[in-house]
């Protein structure tokens, strides 16, 4: 994978439109603002009723997420293109979970809503109807996501990377600041664990910044190319959008998401945290 | 606070009510984008910013261009990208409702 095969630029998408075997998709966590428009004949994706399992924290199983594919209309050799609003953060979510299950061809939309918007590009109201498909997805590729027990073993031997702003990596704030604070986790990091935030990588208009802006500023805060790495945030989705600059425009080979993040292991029982702007010891 | 809040990272509704807000205890930052006629700006991007600078959190402003943020005291930069330009203000910030006015030209 590489930054030719995993971002389109707008201009490319507004060229692609109407090419068949290419699916725009626009996810969000709040889908009103595809409700007021979107870019012509993309569908949605709602991240929270759709891709979540309604019950337990977890995602949608393997038929789960077949079934979703077929209802939306997209099949196993579409070109599925993502975008979505707050920075790519639920897009680049999206692509992991497409990844995740097997996806060949996704893409995402550089800089997302946002540049779109700002660049007055066509919006519309008009929700194309897309025939029902039989798709198939293959088992998840575990390769890509870390669960709890491995990220507790990789505190002091594997990259930990927090992507979360350096005020919720310090433990001063629990949740992005245009969210309400009240949370019951504790605040700080996962000892070892590098502060990079997500917006690091992005330029102010939503776009990534460069590969060789990108290979620098992860290799200044100190982030280890011959370890694994292992990204996170508060709940996933921020520490996809770094995914995807390390794994997919970088090349490093071994990152996974931890898809938990701190609102899982910050409830954990036993585990260390660490608090303050320092990466910390392992305990 | 809304369900919505509590389990996602998306902003929620910006010309919401502030139920649910302890202004004794949270520090809240909100305003209005305006053009340089006064006119509010929907639509725009607010992005809060730290007091060195590093990027807190980003918003779209409300139709009636209204923005909110939930920081802790200090001093922040609340800034705006919009098609009718950008704008940038300072926010020395204390526990409570700090009100800003933001103009983008």
Redesign the interface.
């Known amino acids: 994978m590489s930054r030719d095969t995993a971002l389109v630029t707008v201009e490319w998408a507004e060229k692609n439109l109407n090419t068949p075997g290419v699916v725009f998709v626009e996810v969000?966590?709040?889908t009103s603002?595809y409700d007021t428009g979107h870019i012509p004949g993309a569908i949605k994706l709602d991240?929270?009723t759709e891709l979540q399992d309604p019950v337990r924290r977890d995602f949608l199983n393997r038929e789960q997420f077949e079934e979703l594919m077929s209802a939306k209309g997209i099949s196993n050799d579409d070109t599925v293109v993502l975008y979505g609003?707050?920075?790519n953060?639920?897009a680049a979510y999206a692509y992991w979970y497409f990844k995740l299950y097997g996806h060949e061809s996704v893409k995402l939309l550089d800089g997302g809503r946002?540049k779109w918007?700002?660049d007055?590009r066509v919006l519309v109201t008009e929700v194309p109807q897309r025939p029902r498909t039989t798709y198939r997805a293959k088992e998840q590729d575990l390769s890509l996501r870390a669960f709890r027990d491995e990220v507790v073993a990789a505190i002091g031997t594997q990259n930990l990377v927090d992507v979360r702003?350096?005020?919720e990596y310090a433990g001063?704030?629990l949740?992005?600041?245009?969210?309400?604070?009240?949370q019951a986790q504790r605040g700080g990091h996962i000892p070892t664990a590098i502060n990079v935030?997500w917006?690091?990588a992005a330029n102010?208009?939503g776009t990534f910044k460069s590969n060789e802006e990108l290979r620098a500023l992860y290799e200044a805060a100190g982030l280890d190319g011959s370890k694994p790495i292992i990204a996170y945030c508060?709940?996933g989705?921020?520490s996809s959008h770094t995914w995807f600059a390390l794994h997919e425009l970088l090349g490093y080979q071994n990152v996974k998401n931890y898809d938990g993040s701190w609102t899982e292991y910050g409830s954990l029982v036993g585990v260390p945290v660490a608090t303050g702007d320092e990466p910390g010891e392992p305990a | 606070m809304s369900a919505a809040a509590a389990s996602g990272c998306g902003a929620p509704d910006q010309s919401a009510p502030l139920t649910g807000v302890d202004p004794t205890r949270e520090t809240v930052i909100t305003g209005v984008v305006r053009n340089s006629t006064g006119t509010a700006v929907g639509g725009a991007y607010v992005r809060l910013l730290d007091a060195t600078g590093e990027f807190a959190a980003e918003v779209v402003s409300s139709p009636e261009g209204a923005f909110r943020f939930y920081a802790a005291p200090g001093t922040w930069q609340v800034r705006a990208l919009s098609r009718q330009g950008t704008g940038q203000v300072e926010v020395p910030a204390t526990v409570g409702i700090n009100q800003v006015a933001l103009t983008v030209a």
């Open positions: 969000d966590e709040d603002a991240w929270r609003g707050n920075n953060w639920f946002k918007e700002l007055n702003s350096p005020d001063r704030l949740a992005p600041a245009h969210l309400p604070q009240e935030p917006s690091k102010e208009d508060r709940i989705e921020r």
